[in-house]
């Protein structure tokens, strides 16, 4: 996992001051491998950004697809896909190896999201492992 927080860093050197050069990027991001970026924002964005890079063809964005109306918070990360059950099954349906091993895990997602909707539809929240998750401090 890498965390992108200067979205011009996606860019060529060449491009913009903060851009990586191509080795960083490639050494970074890989040449051969899916990446899928999940980016809170307009997809587009992304592809425009590392349309000259190697990889490109292998960026997969997950992004505001502008769906969504008032639901809860999670309910609207669903919508546009970019909760943390769509982007494992991205995951499992991008790598080659994992597709027959993660044929229980990726049931498990599809699971857990049924869940999740039919317990917003009931309760008008998100569900209290969602609503009440904190970040932990392993030492």
């Known amino acids: 996992m890498i965390n992108v927080v200067d979205l011009m860093k996606l860019q060529p050197q060449s491009e913009h001051p903060h851009g ?3 080795k960083d990027f490639d050494t ?15 997809p587009m964005l992304i592809h425009r950004l590392t349309y000259r890079r190697t990889n490109h063809k292998n960026i ?22 970019l909760d ?18 993660a044929a229980y895990a990726k049931q498990a997602l599809r699971d857990k999201l049924i869940e999740h909707k039919q317990y917003i539809a009931e309760h008008g929240e ?6 009440n998750w904190k970040w932990s401090n392993p030492k």
């Open 28 to 42: 970074l991001f890989t040449k051969d491998k899916p990446i899928i970026f999940a980016h809170h924002g307009y």
């Open 126 to 131: 998100d569900m209290p492992e969602i609503r």
């Open 60 to 81: 997969h964005v997950r992004g505001f697809k502008e769906e969504g109306t008032t639901s809860t918070p999670f309910d609207m990360v669903v919508m546009n896909d």
């Open 84 to 101: 943390r059950f769509h982007l494992v099954a991205d995951v499992i349906d991008r790598v080659p190896s994992l597709g027959p091993r």
């Open 20 to 22: 990586l050069s191509d």
